[in-house]
Structure formats: C-alpha cells, structure tokens
C-alpha cells in the first residue's frame, strides 16, 4: 500500500501511499447524498465538501466527516457534463455550466448573482481556479480553446477586466499553485491536434512546461481530466482514460500512480486535509478520499 520514499523526492512525502481508498461518498440516486454524474469538486473554507453533480444539475455539501448537509439546484445545463465548482476567499461559491456567466452562490444555495460580459466570447465555460487576488480563470473548452482571467469586483458583484491566455486546445480542468502558476489539463483530441496533456503557465502568463502525451516511457495521458496542487506543490492528475490518478513532484521529473483501481471516470480533484486526494468518480457515482502520503 506504500513505499518509503528513499530516492524518490517528492515534496513534503515521506511515504507513498497507493489505492489506499479511505472514504467513499455518494451511489447511484436523485436523493439527498446521491449522484448521478459527479464532475467537479472543491471545499469551503471551513472544509465542507461541495460536489457539482451534472447528471441532476445539482450541488451539495458534505461535512468534513462525510455527512450530507444540503442541496440545491444550479439550473439548467447547455451541455452535460462541462462546468465546475469552486470556493472564493470570501466563501461563495462559483458555478460554470458551459454557458457564457458565472453563477454566483451563497454556501446556503441563494443565488446572488450571474457574471456576465459582453467580452465573454468563450464557447463552453469548463474548468475553474480561484487566485490569490480572488481573480478567476475559466476554460473554454473548444479545439482553439483559451484561458480566460477575470478580475471581479465582488462588492459591486462586477467584471473589472479579463485577460485572455491563448495557446490551447479542448482544455478541461484548471488549477493554480503557490507560485501563482496555472495547470491546465487539455483532454482527448482528435485530427490534428495532439492534446492529452498539462500545461503549465507561469506567473506571466508564459507557457513553462508540457507534460504529456508522454511521460518518458513510465506513462501516457490517455485523457487528463482533474488536476489539483497540494500545499507542497506536488501535482495530481486525473486520467479518465486510464482510470487513474497520477503524481508528478513540483518540477515533474518524478512521477507515481497513486490510484489505479476501481476508478471509472475519474473527473473533478482535491486535495484535503491530512494527505488526502479527493476525486469525483464519474461513472461509480460518488466520490472517493484517497491517502497518498
């Protein structure tokens, strides 16, 4: 289930833990605690789970310890399985549904409003990431896809400006580090696009680093989905074609398979509390915690 970590240097690890499954939320269902489609994942700042379910357009929070809370609707969805949900520094949660706004809700499920601009020219609105500056970066999720940087006036509930990072290709999930460094997953592509890779943007807005199609010959992306950072800045990656979760140290020359069983799906990560990965699987309906280290 793990391995000591003697040559390997990961940050912050000193053993490894693989398909050590400590927690699994949800099944199958419409009721209260239940999913259909489980996509996107985050936490409050007072460690509840909320979980977007795209199958009934819904999210819902969990405790720290896994009880179900509340729920509520986030209305309708333009397509199936795009969007994501993220947590703000003043605790309200975002919602993208692969529409053109941002919806805006308390923890408790009002909605208080929808961001919207005329310079919103994105096609399907997917994965999301809150900066450090409350700023948010939103992908569009196209084959001449982009990353969009918002900046948000949130008394006045207001787009201030919006910042265009070009450069990729269907790109899903997003997440960013200490170092103000953004990741972006780009998915399963098709024709001439290659895909199936993270790309790392650094604090300029500079493409840094591509990992991916392939990783040497220790691995391949099949179709990268998830993607979150640890407080140490070692970096997941969830691969729903391959139906697992993938580790890379800070500057991704190590790499480990920390989850290769019993994911079908795997979409939305987190990292929790106590060496712990969060991942909504897709097609088990439910999200599972995952001890890594």
Not at 129 to 136: E, M, Y
Not at 269 to 276: E, F, M, P, R, Y
Not at 278 to 283: P, T
Request: net charge negative.
């Amino acid at each position: 289930m793990f391995e000591f970590n003697k040559v390997w240097k990961f940050s912050g690890i000193q053993r490894i833990f693989y398909n050590n499954l400590v927690k699994e939320l949800g099944g199958f269902g419409t009721e209260p605690g239940k999913f259909i489609w489980p996509t996107s994942v985050t936490m409050t700042l007072a460690g509840d789970l909320v979980v977007k379910d795209s199958g009934n357009t819904k999210i819902q929070l969990f405790s720290p310890d896994g009880c179900y809370k509340h729920g509520f609707s986030y209305g309708s969805e333009p397509r199936k399985g795009l969007g994501d949900v993220a947590c703000t520094q003043d605790d309200l949660l975002l919602v993208t549904d692969g529409s053109k706004a941002i919806k805006v809700f308390s923890k408790d499920g009002e909605m208080i409003h929808q961001l919207k601009s005329p310079k919103m020219d994105w096609n399907h609105s997917y994965g999301m990431a809150v900066l450090k500056s409350n700023d948010i970066a939103v992908t569009d999720w196209t084959d001449g896809g982009k990353v969009h940087v918002i900046g948000v006036d949130w008394r006045m509930n207001a787009i201030l400006k919006m910042n265009v990072i070009d450069g990729f290709h269907r790109p899903e999930h997003i997440a960013v580090n200490k170092s103000e460094e953004i990741l972006v997953t780009e998915g399963q592509l098709f024709g001439k696009y290659q895909g199936c890779c993270l790309k790392i943007m650094d604090s300029e807005r500079i493409l840094k680093k591509t990992i991916g199609p392939n990783y040497g010959n220790k691995f391949t992306f099949v179709n990268p989905s998830g993607v979150c950072v640890d407080s140490n800045e070692n970096v997941f990656v969830a691969d729903e074609g391959q139906n697992c979760i993938v580790m890379f140290n800070p500057d991704a020359s190590l790499i480990a398979l920390v989850v290769t069983q019993d994911l079908e799906g795997p979409c939305g990560l987190l990292v929790a509390k106590d060496g712990l990965v969060a991942v909504a699987d897709c097609y088990h309906h439910s999200v599972k915690f995952y001890r890594y280290r």
